[in-house]
């Protein structure tokens, strides 16, 4: 029982264009919500956060949406770079950030 | 380079062994989490250690067992070892406990084939 997904397993995007990074979850428990890239053999890196009190949080390029009613959050990426092309994993907790539930990932391809 | 260190890069061993997986955290960080990611899922929480104590429980089998010791490094130890324990296995590492704004630094993963 996946409680965190990510239904597109791959997405292309032309480079200069918005990228947008979809996640659903199933478990209304949850309150913490973070975005990880991951580059072939390194380990993830921390992209961006939110909590579950909040809608919207802005990192430079990278926004992330919450819409709790739905249990769906989105990464969007603007404008988007080739050095963006990695797997992103959208990850969800309890209690505000132990024992977090990651999803499968979604491929990104940023071409020139 | 996040600053957390694993030891193996690789390993190969056949069922029914045993290994044991090494990371070293952060200079400062107190929590360390290990995750096993088998091929095309997500990362699935095993266990968390705060400070040499066990701090949270994921879906860790009772076939694996983990421990941090006083230095803070901690290892993973697999027994029993299956066909279906072939993953990359990462270390995570964290300042605090838990909270808000307790980023986990990942490193590079040990990858484990079990022939």
């Known amino acids: 029982d996946q409680q965190v997904k990510q239904n597109s397993p791959s997405l292309s995007v032309q480079e200069g264009r918005i990228s947008i990074l979809n996640c659903d979850y199933t478990?209304?428990?949850?309150?913490?919500f973070l975005w990880y890239k991951k580059y072939p053999a390194e380990g993830p890196t921390f992209l961006i956060s939110?909590?579950?009190?909040?809608d919207k949080n802005e990192d430079g390029r990278f926004t992330v949406f919450l819409n709790k009613s739905a249990k769906h959050l989105s990464l969007h990426i603007v404008p988007s770079q080739p050095g963006d092309s990695a797997v992103y994993f959208c990850a969800a907790s309890r209690n505000y950030g132990q024992n977090f539930v990651f999803g499968p990932g979604t491929r990104l391809s940023v071409l020139p | 380079d996040s600053g957390v260190t694993q030891t193996p890069k690789h390993l190969i061993t056949a069922t029914g062994q045993r290994v044991t997986l090494r990371c070293s955290p952060r200079?400062?960080?107190?929590?360390v989490y290990w995750y096993q990611q088998s091929l095309d899922q997500g990362l699935q929480f095993l266990i968390q250690y705060y400070n040499g104590e066990e701090r949270a429980k994921g879906n860790i089998l009772e076939r694996f067992s983990a421990q941090q010791f006083p230095d803070l490094h901690s290892e993973l130890n697999l027994s029993s070892l299956e066909l279906g324990d072939s993953a990359l296995y990462f270390c995570a590492s964290s300042v605090g406990a838990g909270g808000v704004d307790n980023e986990q630094f990942f490193g590079p993963g040990t990858r484990l084939t079990v022939l």
């Open positions: 939110i909590s579950s009190i909040k």
């Open positions: 478990n209304s428990m949850f309150d913490y």
């Open positions: 200079s400062g960080d107190l929590s």
